[in-house]
């Protein structure tokens, strides 16, 4: 028997249900689509390889778009974990054993077997960062991420198995014989072939480049399994508020354009053919040359509301 949903739970399978009269998208959209992406990206046939090929995911194509000084420093940097970045893995990694957990669902333990599973797991780049954790982190990273899978477990509606779920779901494109290649990793993704709902988790709030990311995976998941997406949700744990649209052709070929200019624009700085623009962002509140960065330093001001010219 069925559990009755709250209004929040509600909310989302009434958003995320497949619509009465929905069909999907044409194979000669998706042909169109792939055409409109090799042509654009042509000069770039024949600069890499295979072996060395140019490579492409949601975060090079945001950063780039934003200031390419710090995507430059972003993509040439060792990564680093943090309480944040780390957060988010763990909640995905608890999801991902919540879809799949046999007993009570109690969110602390769930969180727990999910720190144990990341931080005893060699292959984990994040678990030596949760290992070497002092007490006091530890404990509130775990509180953290037990808020999120609560709030997951009473906003979000149960995932059934007929729902076909995948949890870090990974697919990946190329063009001019594996020279460049896009790669995507989606944290939630419902529903078989052709209808595909994907769904970003955010541990944070929710913003207007999440929307960019999923219309990216939106276009490779496309690409790859010829068979467009049928919608795209960017879900805050925090907030309980789903951000959602329908995949149309539009929304493909807007992808294509974001798509193909963020290439073009990594090709030419990972070949050094010129300097990296400087524009300011909110990723100047992080950036490590933010300090010595005149864009970045007249950002902030404004961003704090002071006025240079003031006397």
């Known amino acids: 028997m069925d559990t009755e949903l709250n209004p929040l739970q509600q909310a989302v399978l009434d958003a995320l249900g497949i619509p009465e009269g929905w069909q999907p998208l044409p194979e000669s959209i998706v042909s169109s689509i792939e055409a409109q992406l090799e042509e654009a990206l042509a000069p770039l046939d024949g600069l890499f390889t295979a072996d060395q090929p140019l490579r492409v995911n949601k975060h090079h194509i945001a950063t780039v778009h934003g200031c390419e000084k710090y995507h430059m420093l972003q993509r040439e940097a060792a990564f680093a974990w943090n309480i944040n970045t780390v957060r988010g893995t763990i909640a995905h990694k608890a999801i991902e054993l919540l879809l799949n957990w046999r007993g009570p669902l109690i969110p602390g333990e769930i969180v727990d077997a999910a720190m144990t599973s990341v931080a005893e797991n060699p292959r984990e780049s994040a678990s030596e960062f949760i290992s070497t954790l002092p007490a006091h982190d530890f404990a509130e990273l775990r509180g953290?991420?037990?808020?999120?899978?609560?709030?997951?477990?009473?906003?979000?509606?149960?995932?059934?198995?007929?729902?076909?779920?995948?949890?870090?779901?990974?697919?990946?494109?190329?063009?001019?014989?594996?020279?460049?290649?896009?790669?995507?990793?989606?944290?939630?993704?419902?529903?078989?072939?052709?209808?595909?709902?994907?769904?970003?988790?955010?541990?944070?709030?929710?913003?207007?480049?999440?929307?960019?990311?999923?219309?990216?995976?939106?276009?490779?998941?496309?690409?790859?399994?010829?068979?467009?997406?049928?919608?795209?949700?960017?879900?805050?744990?925090?907030?309980?508020?789903?951000?959602?649209?329908?995949?149309?052709?539009?929304?493909?070929?807007?992808?294509?354009?974001?798509?193909?200019?963020?290439?073009?624009?990594?090709?030419?700085l990972v070949l050094k053919t010129r300097e990296p623009d400087l524009r300011g962002g909110f990723q100047c509140r992080w950036c490590p040359i933010a300090d010595s960065c005149s864009e970045g330093q007249r950002f902030l001001r404004e961003l704090n509301g002071d006025d240079e010219d003031e006397n």
């Open 144 to 268: 953290a991420v037990v808020g999120a899978v609560t709030n997951f477990l009473e906003c979000f509606p149960p995932v059934k198995p007929a729902w076909r779920p995948m949890v870090e779901y990974s697919a990946s494109y190329s063009l001019f014989g594996g020279s460049v290649l896009f790669t995507t990793r989606m944290d939630l993704v419902l529903g078989g072939p052709g209808r595909k709902v994907l769904i970003d988790l955010k541990t944070g709030r929710l913003t207007p480049t999440h929307r960019d990311d999923l219309r990216f995976y939106a276009l490779i998941e496309t690409l790859r399994s010829r068979q467009a997406p049928r919608r795209l949700g960017s879900y805050s744990l925090d907030s309980a508020r789903l951000d959602d649209e329908d995949v149309t052709e539009g929304l493909l070929q807007s992808a294509v354009r974001r798509t193909a200019h963020g290439t073009l624009l990594i090709a030419d």
